[in-house]
């Protein structure tokens, strides 16, 4: 079965400190892995996109890595800012169907001064 | 740049009465989406339109009908709604299909709730 599993559920802390959030996914054919941030209210944004060739890709303070051999991914948020403070999303997408782009649950973070 | 709008933002229905959930993108995007957002479970795809004049099925399309009037709208439309529809719904849009990795806009999401 197609799931996408993300840990941890929730996470609180402080403005400045690292985190890093994580993705197991059993998509197949794995085609590409995203990682949205969905503010409270509003609808997700992509953070960034990792294909099968790709290891790390960074985006400002945003840094996403990808092991396809043991179907990880994990978001490192480094120096955390207040409004850090969202939903992050890992959507994974397979080389067929529509049916086939899995959201995961998402991590809730919460950045407190 | 708008990108894509929903309306209404929030709906209160009666167990049974009908709405449609309103959604247009200016991006000229082909393929257009809806979801659902519950809580502690990820966004499912309701159905979607890869193009202007088609419509397909996603994962959990009962009580749902689509309507895509052209290429910047999209509608959902609930005909009978039940307690089990209350969520919160997105609408997206894509340049290419979602599942290639094109990076898909949402609206802000629309919250509905039955009673």
């Known amino acids: 079965k197609n799931q996408v599993e993300q840990s941890p559920q929730s996470l609180i802390i402080l403005e400045g400190k690292n985190c890093t959030l994580q993705?197991?996914?059993?998509?197949?054919?794995?085609?590409?892995l995203r990682w949205y941030k969905q503010d409270t209210g509003r609808g997700p944004v992509s953070l960034t996109i990792?294909?099968?060739?790709?290891n790390t890709k960074s985006n400002g303070r945003y840094t996403a890595t990808l092991d396809a051999d043991t179907k990880q991914s994990s978001l490192h948020i480094t120096a955390s800012q207040l409004s850090d403070s969202a939903s992050y999303i890992c959507?994974?997408?397979?080389?067929?169907?529509?049916?086939?782009?899995?959201f995961g649950p998402g991590t809730s973070l919460s950045v407190i001064p | 740049n708008a990108g894509v709008t929903q309306t209404p933002k929030f709906q209160v229905l009666k167990t049974g009465q009908s709405m449609t959930l309103q959604c247009a993108q200016d991006?000229?995007?082909?393929?257009m989406y809806w979801y659902r957002q519950d809580p502690g479970m990820g966004l499912r795809l309701i159905y979607y339109?890869?193009?202007?004049?088609?419509?397909d099925k996603g994962e959990v399309p009962n009580g749902y009908n689509v309507s895509r009037l052209n290429k910047r709208e999209f509608s959902l439309r609930l005909e009978s709604a039940a307690p089990s529809q209350t969520s919160v719904y997105f609408c997206?849009?894509?340049?290419?299909?979602?599942?290639?990795?094109?990076?898909?806009?949402f609206g802000q999401g629309t919250r509905l709730t039955v009673v």
């Open positions: 993705c197991n996914y059993t998509v197949s054919p794995f085609s590409n």
């Open positions: 959507v994974v997408s397979a080389r067929t169907s529509y049916d086939k782009v899995i």
């Open positions: 991006m000229n995007h082909n393929s």
């Open positions: 997206a849009s894509s340049e290419q299909p979602h599942r290639l990795g094109t990076e898909a806009f």
């Open positions: 990792m294909t099968f060739s790709e």
């Open positions: 339109s890869a193009s202007e004049g088609t419509t």
